[in-house]
């Protein structure tokens, strides 16, 4: 689809949590993170425009009659505050927890459940304190044997029947999972009923009892009605996908079940289907809520992206959901590059892709309070081919950035941070078309940056960009690996054959075969504390190996599919606890030994998840280690990526 152009301002949104929704004033609260930084980000329900971000996110819960919004940040207690103002009323301390379940609120009293592992606090916002404590034992079992007391898995409130509702996974052994769902009385604190779920299980209260959808992906699927004591109705249903979500539409008293890609409209007055919806935003997805008021349904992509779409509008094939403004256009980020000092500035770029003009879109943030901006290179901007961007190493002192277009073929400096641009002097080709862009680590000193092209053509400026030498060498592939000036070091590939230079390109020596003897797609260099630098080669084949003899040999890492591949390294860190992330077919793979073994990585699985375009890492991974994955759909999401 067309990408259009940012407006000015936008902030950056991806939403990580449900949807808090508050109708009558017209607003949505949800735990994101707003230009790669995480905050409680305030929208509008109409439109889904951001109206604030606030600092201090954690799970939410909201009290709509009394204008406040919990905060559970775990370790650091719940924080009670006014959802008008972000006026903090008081917090709340418990014990610490990481990323404990959202909160619940007794809208006819006020107060508060949180949870820690299998305990219910329950809290008074009044005085601000924890009035009573309930630790809940509930037995569970792996593979028959008894394996401990179960931590609360999901917890609803419903106020209609002063109920809590909690489930607990309590007997494992793969591929069999099962949970029990227990009614809590809220007035006398005492278990009223219980009854056997599937893990796979969304539910929600409405008119006194409990409506859920269950999928067993080794059995059947039921929808169900129970009335949390002793009767519970199931009918067996055909379900097809995984399940994304439950909604409550009080407006129309219907309950809207995403399944798969598809809504489907329940009534739980008659618990009957009354019509499924085809919705294949669900694929990857959730349905996030309901705002009477509007009467927008919210879904909440993958990636993070919210979209609004009309509840009365559903059947209208002619109709679908709208995405919430943003400054990134809906289109594959194809590289993100953080500058040198993104810890102290969080300046970084990103290039979209701009299927109608064969290149790149490039867009900027200076820093998250500018959010992302657009980055217009050409005389006609509604046209860019960007191919290639990089930072100065000496970026904090000097500004400067470098871009590679391919219509026209040129390279570009900007001292502004991609405000405004000045062409080099040397005419290239029309036709080229650049595929990267090295400076050297010493650019402050030796002003020497590389140029390659998708014909081999390896272009060389000792002059900050200004003036280009075309080299003698033809290199499919290069990497930088240390020295300066005249004696930059050059690692190459050209056919199959790895090269080597000492003299900055001018002179090359053949060193022997790449993996497998296959072209590469990928090559890069790390800094190691041996004689050579640490080499890491993909081939056009799939094979993926590190050398560390320079390229005399080489070491598989994996074989895998044919297709680009992306190396994000910690150089900074020592070799030998050294993280790397491979991006293949928008996939993760994570080490953190240098690859010298691939690690099962939770939040590298996460990423994954997002089925990413681009990665890159923090400058300062040591202290700050983060990845940012840039999707298909113009979403750029900072994950922890530390082992």
């Not at 103002?85 to 709340?92: K, N, P, S």
């Not at 056919?495 to 900055?504: C, E, F, I, K, M």
Request: contains cysteine.
């Amino acid at each position: 689809m067309p990408t259009g152009s940012a407006e000015s301002g936008t902030s950056q949104l991806v939403i990580l949590s449900s949807l808090q929704i508050d109708g009558q004033a017209g607003r949505l609260f949800a735990t994101a993170q707003v230009n790669g930084e995480p905050k409680i980000a305030v929208t509008d329900t109409r439109d889904g425009r951001l109206l604030a971000a606030w600092d201090d996110p954690g799970q939410l819960a909201l009290d709509t009659a009394r204008e406040r919004l919990v905060v559970d940040r775990g370790a650091q207690g719940v924080a009670l505050l006014n959802a008008t103002t972000r006026e903090i009323q008081g917090i709340v301390p418990l014990t610490s927890q990481e990323e404990p379940l959202a909160p619940q609120i007794d809208s006819r009293t006020g107060l508060i459940y949180a949870f820690r592992d299998s305990t219910v606090y329950i809290i008074d916002p009044a005085i601000r304190k924890v009035i009573r404590s309930i630790a809940l034992e509930i037995p569970t079992t792996t593979c028959d044997k008894p394996a401990g007391d179960a931590t609360i898995y999901q917890a609803v409130a419903d106020s209609t029947s002063n109920r809590l509702y909690l489930s607990f996974i309590t007997r494992t052994c793969i591929p069999w999972a099962t949970a029990t769902l227990i009614a809590f009385d809220a007035d006398v604190k005492t278990e009223i009923g219980r009854t056997s779920i599937d893990i796979n299980t969304k539910f929600l209260p409405y008119d006194g009892r409990l409506f859920g959808i269950s999928a067993n992906r080794l059995g059947p699927a039921s929808s169900w009605g129970w009335d949390g004591a002793t009767s519970r109705q199931d009918e067996s249903v055909d379900l097809q996908g995984r399940l994304a979500g439950m909604v409550l539409d009080r407006k129309r008293k219907l309950i809207y079940e995403a399944v798969g890609e598809t809504i489907r409209i329940f009534n739980p007055a008659r618990q009957e289907l009354i019509d499924q919806i085809s919705a294949p935003l669900l694929a990857e997805g959730s349905l996030a809520g309901h705002d009477p008021v509007s009467d927008n349904l919210f879904i909440v992509s993958a990636t993070g992206r919210l979209y609004l779409w009309p509840a009365e509008r559903l059947s209208d094939a002619a109709l679908s959901p709208i995405p919430a403004p943003a400054p990134l256009p809906i289109a594959a980020v194809q590289s993100i590059s953080l500058a040198p000092n993104w810890a102290e500035s969080r300046t970084m770029v990103a290039m979209l892709d701009d299927t109608r003009c064969g290149g790149s879109q490039l867009f900027v943030m200076i820093n998250p309070t500018s959010g992302w901006l657009p980055s217009p290179i050409s005389a006609t901007p509604d046209c860019e081919s960007v191919a290639a961007v990089a930072f100065s190493p000496a970026y904090k002192q000097d500004s400067l950035l470098f871009a590679a277009t391919n219509q026209p073929p040129t390279i570009l400096r900007s001292v502004d941070t991609g405000r405004s641009w000045t062409a080099a002097e040397t005419p290239f080709l029309e036709g080229t078309r650049f595929t990267a862009l090295l400076p050297s680590a010493d650019y402050a000193t030796d002003q020497t940056l590389y140029a390659l092209t998708s014909t081999s053509l390896l272009y060389r400026s000792r002059d900050g960009g200004r003036n280009w030498l075309l080299l003698d060498q033809r290199i499919d592939q290069v990497a930088l690996a240390g020295g300066s000036g005249p004696s930059l070091t050059l690692y190459g590939a050209y056919g199959g054959r790895l090269l080597h230079s000492t003299n900055g390109g001018d002179k090359w020596q053949e060193i022997g075969p790449t993996p497998n003897s296959e072209p590469l797609v990928m090559l890069q260099a790390a800094p190691s504390a041996g004689d050579f630098p640490l080499l890491y080669a993909f081939t056009v084949g799939g094979h993926f190996a590190r050398s560390l003899d320079g390229g005399a040999g080489w070491n598989p890492v994996m074989e895998t599919s044919s297709g680009p591949a992306y190396l994000a390294i910690a150089a900074n860190v020592a070799e030998e606890q050294r993280p790397l992330f491979l991006l293949h077919d928008r996939t993760l793979t994570a080490s953190y030994d240098g690859m010298a073994s691939v690690w099962a990585s939770t939040m590298a699985e996460e990423a994954s998840r997002l089925r990413p375009t681009a990665i890159a890492i923090a400058p300062d991974f040591a202290s700050s280690p983060y990845l940012f994955a840039g999707t298909a759909d113009g979403q750029i999401v900072r994950i922890r990526a530390d082992e």
